[in-house]
């Protein structure tokens, strides 16, 4: 059955142009026309979206999500059985679409499987965009052993996050093993985490030999690779070793920046997240030094978020929140437009996407071609933000891959 949308007030983000009265015409999955004005009459069934002139927009990206990391306490997801903490990502992974996120990239720890169950409509979800499992030196933020912990990393089979791997053979390998199983980019740990237990923030990981040796490894395979990083030291050395993105980046000085510019790299600042655990406090699963290193890495970001703005650095949507805290995957939005146009925080959750995934064209836009991932909502998001932010409000239908779906039964 196709399906036409109408009496919509379209916004393209990459534009920023929008049209009232506008029509959109969907079938297998894909937009196949638009226009503005009265419809051309329709043959065979066909289902009639009434947008109410309300806007009609693509559907959103969260470019950093962790579906497999649905609670912070680590001694219950060790006695997990893969099962059972499969099931519990894939429904994390469906609450993402009840708030209009029709695509997400899991920058550690999804898999093949999870993005096929996806694909194939076995649970109501986003389409899933992974990288397998992170990589990280011993010690580094993919590292959680505890200092009293002497056991040896081993098999590293069951759903987890990352994965360790030293000295450039050994990252080699595992980019190759990540790559093997389907992972559309790679990640590298490359400075201190607020999480991980025994690394400072200002840490640098891995040698630039070593990320040189992921870089290659990726683009041999058509890929990129992305760098979980604070410190301008772990920053700078990445970008000069040929990075295509940087996550955090709270500390970024000059350098990055130019850096970022000179490169095109695109930069995934995800302030919600510290926001929310600092809320949280203990209650958020951190221990207290690492409320320590969280706090050093907040009161930076929003100032980073700006500078990278001013000077045109492509910054991308990403939430990275973990747990319960997950609910609040819209209010990125709300702090980036403090220092941001509403319309460019839009792109970074939706054109600037699609281009730092690889595909553009393909999501993240509303022409023709594109596939049919749209959201219709009571309201203006560019004069009302929170017409985006409170889906339970504002958003009527989330429309993914051409499947329509009234959010209230999206349960």
């Known amino acids: 059955m196709h399906t036409r949308v109408v009496n919509a007030h379209t916004l393209e983000p990459s534009t920023g142009e929008r049209q009232k009265n506008a029509w959109i015409d969907i079938a297998d ?46 001694a219950e997801i060790a006695g997990w059985a893969p099962s059972y ?28 499987g999870m993005a096929r169950a996806l694909k194939e409509g076995l649970v109501p979800g986003p389409r899933l965009i992974f990288g397998g499992k992170a ?10 052993r505890s200092l009293n912990d002497t056991s040896a990393p081993c098999c590293q089979l069951k759903p987890d996050f990352g994965r360790i791997a030293d000295g450039v053979d050994a990252v080699r390998h595992a980019a190759r093993d990540e790559f ?8 590298l740990v490359v400075s201190g985490g607020v999480a991980s237990p025994t690394d400072e923030i200002s840490a640098v990981q891995y040698t630039e030999e070593e990320i040189r040796a992921a870089v290659i490894e990726a683009e041999n395979h058509n890929r990129y690779v992305t760098v979980h990083a604070y410190h301008p030291r772990s920053v700078n050395q990445a970008l ?11 500390l970024i000085d000059d350098e990055s920046i130019r850096l970022l510019v000179e490169n095109d790299a695109f930069l995934v600042p995800t302030i919600i997240t510290y926001e929310a655990m600092y809320e949280a406090g203990a209650a958020s699963g951190l221990s207290a030094g690492s409320l320590k290193k969280l706090d050093e890495v907040r009161t930076a970001a929003v100032g980073a978020l700006e500078q990278a703005h ?5 910054l991308v949507y990403g939430s990275d929140l973990l747990g319960h805290l997950q609910t609040r995957q819209l209010e990125e939005f709300t702090i980036r437009a403090r220092v941001q146009p509403i ?21 993240g836009t509303l022409a023709p071609g594109a596939h049919a991932d749209l959201l219709v909502l009571d309201g203006d998001p560019e004069v009302d933000l929170t017409v985006l932010t409170t889906p339970e409000r504002y958003l009527r239908h989330v429309i993914h891959g051409g499947g329509v779906t009234d959010i209230a039964m999206l349960v």
């Open 310 to 314: 001013r000077a045109g650095v492509n």
């Open 240 to 250: 000069r070793a040929g990075v295509r993105c940087v996550e955090h980046g709270n």
């Open 343 to 363: 319309l460019d925080v839009i792109r970074s959750a939706t054109s600037t996407a699609a281009r730092l995934l690889g595909m553009e064209g393909e999501i």
């Open 85 to 112: 903490t499969t099931s519990r990502a894939l429904r994390a992974a469906g609450a993402m679409l009840r708030r209009g996120f029709t695509t997400v990239r899991d920058v550690g720890g999804a898999d093949h």
């Open 180 to 187: 093997r199983k389907g992972a559309y980019h790679l990640k």
């Open 29 to 74: 999955g894909r937009i196949v026309d638009s226009g503005v004005g009265q419809p051309p009459a329709s043959h065979g069934d066909i289902r009639i979206i009434d947008a109410g002139g309300g806007t009609v927009m693509p559907g959103l990206v969260d470019a950093h999500v962790h579906i497999l990391v649905t609670t912070t306490n680590t």
């Open 135 to 144: 990589l990280s030196q011993t010690g580094g933020h993919g590292d959680f």
